[in-house]
């Protein structure tokens, strides 16, 4: 073979291999999806990661991954965590990319930020090939707003069954020996971030509802000797305020699920007092771990809470909060208001939930590809 003929056929043999590596990435980059978080370990983090593990191990493959930054080359499928950072990241994103955001909640009449975001939100919609919310009071929204039905899916947010359980008798007892809390406190659970910022929270996030779960707590006090059970970051202005009222706190920042749950272990109720939700987690985690639960009516509430029969839905007002709470944890069925809501519960374990995001979310993109 002369010297042209040998340099013809390695340029040939260099450039089908070039090609077929192309080829292979294009397959390997079409068949990844990003899921972007929160820089902070917080709540859609751990969205991302109940969601990734869960698909991850049962096709036996590492399609799902993690990141704080959307990936900026072509042939991904992007799956923004938020809403919030669709839209901060809309602008840079090259259209080659199949997107889908969730949109866990906000109104239009919250404030001036919320207005502005979801009207961009709502006009850019169409850049979007799926659209996730987890409540069906969003999910109504959502389509009030005109975002098409066949773009939108409602798949609730997950909770850990196996590590959100009912105490037994032994085991509440011990973990409130541990937090130092007498046996006949009404231990209170709030665990929802209602600060703003990621510092002490001394300003509150009034759409969490700070307020009102103050003024239903100190009406509760005047009957009971309560105790309120906090986590989370940013709680400056509840602590604040319960000090101002005499109202004993304890507040626990931990970093791991599984602590979390044990504060579970140790309350005797959970309220969620919200003006504004997409979840909260706290609704499904209490049901799970058999606490009795009187949530305002937000995010997933009426989709697991039957009032009157596996808890309480209440207006957004203290007084009735509290007299509802008060209903709840008399009743003398208390039992079997609690053993119904750890059965509703259970559609929102994490293992189905993942399925569902698999089967109507990422499965039908990858099959476009």
């Not at 990661?49 to 991954?65: A, D, F, G, L």
């Not at 970093?255 to 109720?269: P, V």
Request: charge should be positive; include cysteine.
């Amino acid at each position: 073979m002369n010297n042209k003929k040998f340099l013809k056929s390695m340029r040939n043999y260099f450039l089908g291999f070039i090609g077929k590596s192309r080829s292979n990435f294009k397959s390997y980059t079409q068949k990844t999806i990003k899921f972007i978080t929160e820089k902070k370990e917080w709540s859609i983090f751990m969205d991302g990661k109940y969601i990734s593990k869960n698909i991850n191990q049962s096709i036996s493959k590492n399609i799902i991954e993690l990141s704080n930054k959307p990936y900026l080359f072509s042939n991904k499928i992007i799956h923004f965590g938020s809403q919030y950072m669709w839209t901060d990241w809309l602008d840079y994103l090259p259209k080659s990319n199949l997107y889908i955001a969730t949109f866990y909640h906000g109104k239009l009449s919250d404030n001036k930020y919320s207005f502005d975001h979801i009207n961009k939100f709502i006009e850019n919609a169409y850049k979007l090939e799926k659209i996730v919310t987890s409540s069906s009071l969003v999910e109504q929204r959502l389509l009030n707003w005109g975002i098409p039905k066949r773009k939108l899916f409602k798949i609730p947010i997950g909770v850990d069954t196996k590590i959100f359980t009912p105490p037994t008798k032994n085991q509440k007892s011990r973990i409130r020996r541990d937090f130092k809390i007498d046996s006949k406190e009404l231990v209170i659970g709030s665990f929802q971030k209602d600060g703003i910022g990621w510092n002490e929270g001394n300003e509150p996030k009034m759409i969490k509802g700070p307020d009102i779960f103050i003024e239903a707590v100190t009406k509760l006090a005047k009957n009971y000797s309560v105790t309120i059970l906090l986590t989370g970051p940013s709680r400056g202005y509840i602590k604040s305020e319960l000090s101002k009222r005499n109202i004993k706190y304890i507040h626990y920042y931990f970093n791991s699920i599984e602590e979390i749950a044990l504060c579970y272990k140790a309350l005797d109720l959970y309220l969620v007092t919200s003006r504004e939700e997409g979840g909260p987690k706290g609704i499904i985690e209490s049901m799970s771990s058999g606490v009795p639960i009187v949530s305002t009516n937000v995010g997933m509430a009426k989709d697991f809470i039957n009032s009157g029969e596996n808890g309480y839905i209440a207006k957004m007002n203290g007084v009735d909060i509290a007299e509802k709470a008060s209903t709840l944890i008399n009743r003398k069925d208390l039992n079997e208001v609690i053993k119904k809501a750890k059965k509703i519960s259970e559609k929102a374990d994490w293992k189905i939930v993942a399925e569902q995001y698999w089967e109507k979310i990422y499965k039908p993109l990858l099959e476009t590809q």
